[in-house]
């Protein structure tokens, strides 16, 4: 359900929900449009989890960087990854903000070479 200028997700993994809110930016939007979708999300340097959606995302007006905040649902361009943090973080240049976790970052910080499905809360 779309509100204002952010748009719901889910993302279910292990009888697990997790509830998101993704920004009105043109990279979110891009993976918006991709929804629903599954992803296998693994580990990276015990700070977020990180997975590769099917296409490369536009990044459009996106900034030059930014330094996340635990929950803080990202892409990293150079890579073309979605980074999802579950501890903050130094500012990374290419890091484009997409949205932020709002329910369940406790059971996502816990899963490492998962599928988890990932689809607009209508």
Not at 3 to 18: G, H, L, P, R, Y
Request: glycine share 6%; net charge neutral.
């Amino acid at each position: 359900m779309r509100k204002s200028n952010v748009t719901k997700i889910k993302m279910t993994f292990d009888n697990s929900e997790v509830t998101a809110e993704l920004s009105n930016n043109p990279t979110s939007q891009d993976f918006i449009s991709m929804l629903p979708l599954t992803l296998d999300f693994k580990d990276y340097s015990g700070t977020e989890k990180i997975a590769n959606p099917p296409r490369k995302l536009s990044t459009k007006s996106a900034p030059a960087g930014c330094t996340p905040q635990k929950g803080d649902i990202t892409l990293y361009a150079p890579w073309g990854n979605l980074a999802i943090f579950y501890n903050d973080f130094c500012y990374a240049s290419g890091l484009v903000p997409m949205g932020h976790i709002c329910t369940g970052l406790k059971e996502l910080s816990k899963l490492n070479n998962t599928e988890v499905k990932i689809e607009v809360i209508e």
